[in-house]
């Protein structure tokens, strides 16, 4: 016997600095062979007993073989087993099947994890044409105020000084227009006739190809509001909170969604109050808020650690949008494929600023990272970058009523309910202010 565990402990050494699969394939295989052992030893006693065989005397070689293959696989498995129950055991928001599925990820699955999802993203992709939508789901509660003729905006290096604006309601795709497609409006009732609104949601059908596909279009206007970033208890990892939207800060939040990818898929950076939970990287898209108010998405070029006069800093990977045109590399690059790539189909969100420096949220199912793009340029985002893609992580929420009461979603279809945020969540988030 200690020469088969001896036998078994060599042949897991020998895999495992051959291949090095990670715990999660590892332990996947050795149940797979565990499983394979049993229905092979479960099939020769059927069949001995059917054939009325007499039993083997003494350790044939095949026996031996299948034994030293059932201690090397429970090598396997105990340490994996440690890990997966110290994973599934900590505090966490998130359904066991999604935990259990990033787990595989995060202990060196992310290819296989990757492999199946791409799989089934394909079998599922939508055909395209089929019957149009005769209603749309619309976003806020009442129409904003027409928008002025010219843009006022003014600002200092001190202070952002409101003027009166809202951007032009977004131009159909798919004529003719539902009612109400594309047309701006407010998220709280007291905002319905204010000519300079903090926050306009809208949902429209961004391509022809697809006419039962609908985006939503979140619109947020720095003048008035103030962007918060905040830490998920998970990602990024050591944060020490707060995982949820302060309650002393719920009376002026008017907004909050998802952020991007966790580090190990981004490599990017993460900073807020003047501490650095990742360092930024250089050639990153990051998404800042200045001390003056002001925001930004731009290629970060800087070092570490930004300057004083930054509040916060996110990044996610390289800009999907520059210069009001999609980035060449997104239908080939490979900055894109650490999760599902670019071209498979899926919910995606990003968040793109315009030329007078207003923030705009795009999220839609059925998307490539390039048809992301083209829905925030058609917006009017002059640079943008991705945020978080599948359906349960893209969210953005609103509230109807002051204190974060009567929450709702931007879309229906958002997995997620609309008060993710109100109560800790594994992953870090934005959040919108009035100010």
């Known amino acids: 016997m200690l020469a088969e565990i001896g036998l ?23 149940l797979l062979v565990l499983l ?48 997966y129950v110290s994973s599934m055991t900590r505090r966490s928001n998130t359904t066991l099947s999604i935990r259990s599925v990033e787990w595989l990820r995060d202990h060196g699955g992310r290819s296989l994890v990757s492999d199946v999802e791409r799989l089934y993203y394909s ?43 809202r951007p032009r309601d977004i131009r159909p795709a798919i004529h003719p227009a539902l009612p109400g497609e594309g047309v701006w409006r407010v998220t709280q009732t007291r905002f319905a006739h204010d000519p300079n609104p903090p926050l306009l949601v809208t949902t429209y059908r961004p391509d022809p190809s697809y006419p039962r596909v609908v985006a939503g279009l979140a619109w947020i206007n720095p003048r008035r509001t103030r962007l918060a ?56 898209g990051t998404i800042l808020a200045y001390a003056n108010g002001r ?5 970060w070029h800087g070092g570490r650690t930004p300057g004083p006069n930054v509040r916060l800093a996110r990044q996610n990977l390289p800009l999907i949008v520059d210069g009001r045109r999609p980035n060449p590399s997104l239908s080939d690059g490979p900055q894109w494929g650490a999760t599902l790539g670019n071209a498979i189909l899926v919910w995606r969100s990003g968040l793109g600023i315009d030329r007078h420096g207003d923030l705009i949220y795009a999220a839609a199912p059925d998307q490539s990272v390039g048809s992301l793009a083209q829905l925030l340029i058609h917006a009017g985002a002059v640079r943008a970058v991705e945020l978080d893609i599948n359906t349960y992580w893209v ?15 931007l879309l229906p279809d958002m997995a997620r309910p609309a008060t993710r945020y109100l109560t800790p969540d594994d992953r870090d988030f934005f959040a919108v202010y009035l100010r």
Request: with cysteine; proline share 12%; net charge positive.
């Open 36 to 83: 394979v052992v049993g229905l092979a030893d479960a099939g020769v006693a059927l069949y001995r007993r059917i054939r009325r065989l007499p039993e083997p005397r003494g350790r044939t070689p095949t026996a031996a073989a299948a034994r030293i293959a059932v201690i090397a696989c429970l090598l396997v498995l105990v340490p994996a087993a440690v890990s």
């Open 229 to 284: 970033l905040y830490p998920g208890m998970q990602q990024p990892p050591g944060a020490a909170g707060p995982y949820a939207v302060p309650a002393s800060e719920l009376g002026p939040l008017l907004a909050t969604f998802n952020s991007g990818f966790k580090h190990a898929d981004s490599n990017g950076g993460f900073f807020r109050g003047g501490r650095s939970l990742e360092p930024l990287q250089p050639g990153q």
């Open 123 to 165: 079998l599922t992709a939508p055909s395209k044409g089929g019957p149009a939508l005769r209603k749309l789901s619309i976003a806020g509660v009442a129409a904003a105020p027409l928008p002025p003729r010219t843009y006022a905006h003014r600002h200092s290096n001190a202070q952002i000084v409101p003027r009166p604006f």
């Open 395 to 409: 969210t953005l929420n609103t509230y109807a009523r002051a204190g974060a009461r009567d929450p709702g979603k």
């Open 8 to 30: 078994a402990a060599g042949l897991v050494s020998v895999l495992a600095l051959a291949f090095d699969p990670g715990l999660g394939p590892a332990a996947v295989v050795a």
């Open 295 to 299: 925001v930004d998405i731009r290629t």
